[in-house]
T-cell receptor, first 114, second 114 residues
Framework: KNQVEQSPQSLIILEGKNCTLQ??????????LRWYKQDTGRGPVSLTI?????NTKSNGRYTATLDADTKQSSLHITASQLSDSASYIC?????????????FGRGTQLTVWP | EADIYQTPRYLVIGTGKKITLECSQT?????MYWYQQDPGMELHLIHY???????EKGDLSSESTVSRIRTEHFPLTLESARPSHTSQYLC?????????????FGPGTRLTVL
């Protein structure tokens, strides 16, 4: 069964600190993995995309890693800001269907305190 | 910011009412999707469309129906709303020409059925 598991479920950090969010998946055949940011009451917005051959990708203060062998990914946030408070969702796409089916994790709810 | 719109953003209605959630995108995307999301849970695909006059049911059984008469428009209808339909509904679109099946999400409609 294709699944995406994220940890921790929730996280509270102080402004300016770094944090790392984890994602484990069993989706096969694998196409790509995205990290989405979802602000409260809004739709998810893509932060990064990683394909099978990519190990690291950065987008500003966000750095994603991918280990396709162990089927794990992480999202590292550097120098957190209050605006980083949101749910971060790991989404894995398979290449076994014409739809390009997405498998969603439940997200990590990040709260940044001043 | 993705050009995909949903109305209304919030809706509170009584049991038994018929409702239609609107979704429009101006990106010319061929694929469109409806997801249901409860707090702290993953997104569940309830309907999708490959293009005009194409509609399919998703992974999560839903009593709602959809139509795709125009490329840009993908409305979702509930003939008789019940409290169990209370949830957030997210619309998304993607193009087969894009890289990595990125789905662009609308802001969502928060539905409450009393």
């Amino acid at each position: 069964k294709n699944q995406v598991e994220q940890s921790p479920q929730s996280l509270i950090i102080l402004e300016g600190k770094n944090c790392t969010l984890q994602c484990n998946y069993t989706v096969s055949p694998f196409s790509n993995l995205r990290w989405y940011k979802q602000d409260t009451g809004r739709g998810p917005v893509s932060l990064t995309i990683m394909t099978f051959s990519e190990n690291t990708k950065s987008n500003g203060r966000y750095t994603a890693t991918l280990d396709a062998d162990t089927k794990q990914s992480s999202l590292h946030i550097t120098a957190s800001q209050l605006s980083d408070s949101a749910s971060y969702i790991c989404v894995v796409s398979d290449r076994g269907s014409t739809l390009g089916r997405l498998y969603f994790g439940r997200g990590t709810q990040l709260t940044v305190w001043p | 910011e993705a050009d995909i719109y949903q109305t209304p953003r919030y809706l509170v209605i009584g049991t038994g009412k018929k409702i239609t959630l609107e979704c429009s995108q101006t990106m010319g995307h061929d694929k469109m999707y409806w997801y249901q999301q409860d707090p702290g849970m993953e997104l569940h695909l309830i309907h999708y469309s490959y293009g005009v006059n194409s509609t399919e049911k998703g992974d999560l059984s839903s009593e709602s129906t959809v139509s795709r008469i125009r490329t840009e428009h993908f409305p979702l209808t509930l003939e008789s709303a019940r409290p169990s339909h209370t949830s957030q509904y997210l619309c998304a679109s993607s193009t087969t020409k894009g890289a990595g099946n990125e789905q662009f999400f609308g802001p969502g409609t928060r539905l409450t059925v009393l």
